[in-house]
């Protein structure tokens, strides 16, 4: 959450695309493989809305006009993988 510039309310950052993604394994010597992964996603920001003051940006120009981050991070704590392709089409 970022504060809105007008109210000083908490507003929302959103954005549709990842731009990168980091995975962070944790391993245990005993174990085989990591045992616990969360993926890092940063994120471009396309919009920022403020339910206080009802400031809306939805133009790139604008949220970095006013000093708002260009990207956030959103966490995933059980990323998926899918399953492997294996060819056998």
């Known amino acids: ?26 391993y245990d010597d005993e174990e085989e493989g990591p045992v616990d992964v969360q993926a890092i996603i940063t994120v471009p920001v396309e919009y920022f809305s403020c339910s206080n ?22 966490i995933d704590e059980d990323p998926d993988f899918g399953e492997p392709e294996y060819g056998n089409d």
């Open 1 to 26: 959450m970022k504060r809105a510039p007008h109210c000083g309310a908490a507003g929302t950052l959103e954005g549709q695309d990842s731009s990168d993604t980091t995975l962070d394994d944790e």
């Open 53 to 74: 003051c009802h400031l809306v940006l939805d133009r790139y120009e604008l949220i970095t006009h006013l000093g708002l981050p260009e990207t956030f991070e959103v």
